[in-house]
């Protein structure tokens, strides 16, 4: 089966690298790191590549090993973790030009870009999957790996909330407490500390934040001017776009902001409650996700900020006309 494959490809690769998806979040670099230490339980000394790592995990083991260029160019093996799309890999080119590629990832529109691919949408997190992965391979989920997977666990479930959440869930979360990982403590420092800039931004996204099709949609919007304004690092983006969604009545929740270096281009991310399928929202615009968690990135053609604010904002509100109730 695909999972002794994969561990074959593991034991028979010497140069590893492990990479995920760019704009990395809790699960991404969870499963990255916790990769790392199962793999040097191998006896393996992988790499793992990823830009703009939220300083929010640096209580991560491996956190400060995590590479932004590599060395090497050309690897035995690659393994692409909480990614659903080639073109989403943050280091891309190492992927490609790696001899064998493995994907393990939990999003429902995967495509299945890898040699051997491991892919599980029933799963809340990745984090999740490489929890049965290591258990099938024999690996043991120490202290240290069990920090790296809860991590990813409790953001890409939004605190064990999500609809994703599974008996396994909890299953897990008791074994790893047996191993003297403190669920409170993974909670507050993963979670729920917000660093100001964060803070500043939510300020901005409320302020703006205006509500359509009767109160079921709302759309809010930052800018880089505004990244620059409250000094942003990586990552003070996440969790904005739950707000809108968290308000009564509102179905979907639409967030974007421009990308770094391209102020053109508008990175989507999108919520919702009950029934609207956002993910093939975001399949429109080439991006995908999960049924309630999904994102996408749009290049705008108008004058001025404002107007592509606008167009992005009519585009998407198009595709969600068509399945909001
Ligand atoms: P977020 O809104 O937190 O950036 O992303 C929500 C979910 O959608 C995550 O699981 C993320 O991996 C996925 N996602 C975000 N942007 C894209 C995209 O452009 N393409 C694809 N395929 N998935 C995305
Ligand atoms: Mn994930």
Do not use: W
């Amino acid at each position: 089966m695909t999972l002794d494959k994969i561990l074959e490809e593991i034991k028979d690769a010497e140069k590893i690298i492990i990479l995920a998806h760019e704009t990395p979040d809790g699960d991404a670099v969870g499963s990255c790191l916790a990769m790392k230490l199962a793999l040097e339980q191998l006896g393996k000394n992988p790499d793992v590549v990823m830009d703009k790592v939220s300083r929010n995990f640096n209580y991560l083991p491996g956190f400060d090993e995590i590479k932004v260029k590599p060395e090497i160019e050309n690897y035995d093996l690659a393994i692409s973790l909480d990614c659903a799309d080639f073109k989403r890999i943050y280091g891309s080119e190492y992927f490609d030009n790696a001899k064998n590629t493995i994907v393990i990832d939990h999003h429902g529109t995967n495509n299945m870009y890898g040699d051997f691919n491991f892919v599980n949408p029933a799963s809340p997190a990745c984090c999740q999957i490489l929890v049965g992965i290591f258990q099938y391979f024999k690996i043991e989920i120490d202290k240290e790996i069990g920090t790296c997977l809860l991590t990813g666990i409790i953001t890409d479930t939004g605190g064990f909330k999500y609809s994703g959440v599974t008996a396994e869930t909890f299953e897990f979360t008791e074994e790893i407490m047996q191993k003297g990982v403190k669920v409170y403590e993974v909670y507050k420092k993963a979670l729920d500390t917000k660093t100001k800039a964060n803070f500043e931004l939510m300020k901005k996204v409320v302020d703006r934040m205006e509500f359509l099709e009767d109160g079921k949609v709302t759309f809010t919007y930052i800018t880089n001017a505004d990244l620059l304004d409250v000094n942003a690092e990586p990552g003070d983006h996440e969790g904005l776009v739950n707000i809108g969604r968290d308000i009564e009545g509102v179905e979907v929740s639409v967030f974007i902001r421009q990308i770094e270096d391209d102020d053109k281009t508008y990175k989507i991310s999108m919520r919702s409650n009950n029934y609207v399928n956002v993910s093939d929202v975001c399949f429109v615009f080439g991006g995908g996700g999960h049924e309630k968690a999904a994102g996408a990135s749009i290049t705008a053609t108008g004058n001025t900020e404002q107007e592509d604010i606008e167009q992005v904002k009519n585009k998407v509100l198009k595709e969600i006309r068509k399945v909001i109730k």
